[in-house]
T-cell receptor
Framework: GAVVSQHPSWVICKSGTSVKIECRSL??????MFWYRQFPKQSLMLMAT?????????EQGVEKDKFLINHASLTLSTLTVTSAHPEDSSFYIC???????????FGEGSRLTVL | GENVEQHPSTLSVQEGDSAVIKCTYS??????FPWYKQELGKRPQLIID?????GEKKDQRIAVTLNKTAKHFSLHITETQPEDSAVYFC??????????????FGKGTKLSVKP
């Protein structure tokens, strides 16, 4: 099946620094990508919807200036956590919608730990 | 917006028994209902999905039923095996043509299958 690659799979950073997470669709073009956040033992919470070439649509309560999303091409979306704080520590997962089939594929997830 | 409720939050069954997980949704416009299996620290994997024009779908030991009038859908796993142990998420969205709206997830059910 189609593959969505997320990088890095885990990252540890100091408080106040910024971290970029990449989400790539390896063998298909993704018209839309979604970013989720998952706390331990909890569900996936949609953060934002990213469409290629346009601004991301953020869910209520998600700070767009803190979680910068860029979808510059049909195969790449990035999430940048700016000025990270310990409460931003979480598991971030992306998913990509295959434009030709409408199927949704998830990345492996990125575990962020902010010290 | 859409709201998805999932029950139970935890489910423990004996190997060989059946397991049933139930979800309800609020937005009658939702027409696509996937189920995901997530093992600890890994990406969600689609195990089965159903569209609103179908009442039931089966794939080997897994089946999903949908009651559009009552706005609820259920996952049925028969002849459970220890490897079925994982967290299962239901979700709902609008899907039309090759496009798909936001997936709204239930809170998850932790299934434990005891040998």
């Amino acid at each position: 099946g189609a593959v969505v690659s997320q990088h890095p799979s885990w990252v540890i950073c100091k408080s106040g620094t910024s971290v970029k997470i990449e989400c790539r669709s390896l063998d298909f073009q993704a018209t839309t990508m979604f970013w989720y956040r998952q706390f331990p033992k909890q569900s996936l919470m949609l953060m934002a919807t990213s469409n290629e070439g346009s601004k991301a649509t953020y869910e209520q309560g998600v700070e767009k200036d803190k979680f910068l999303i860029n979808h510059a091409s049909l195969t790449l979306s990035t999430l940048t956590v700016t000025s990270a704080h310990p409460e931003d520590s979480s598991f971030y997962i992306c998913s990509a919608l295959a434009g030709n089939t409408g199927e949704l594929f998830f990345g492996e997830g990125s575990r962020l730990t902010v010290l | 917006g859409e709201n998805v409720e999932q029950h139970p939050s935890t489910l423990s069954v004996q190997e060989g028994d059946s397991a049933v997980i139930k979800c309800t949704y609020s937005d009658s416009a939702s027409n696509y209902f996937p189920w995901y299996k997530q093992e600890l620290g890994k990406r969600p994997q689609l195990i089965i999905d159903i569209r609103s024009n179908v009442g039931e779908k089966k794939d080997q030991r897994i089946a999903v039923t949908l009651n559009k009038t009552a706005k609820h859908f259920s996952l049925h796993i028969t002849e459970t095996q220890p490897e079925d142990s994982a967290v299962y998420f239901c979700a709902a969205s609008m899907r039309y043509g090759g496009s798909q709206g936001n997936l709204i997830f239930g809170k998850g059910t932790k299934l434990s299958v005891k040998p």
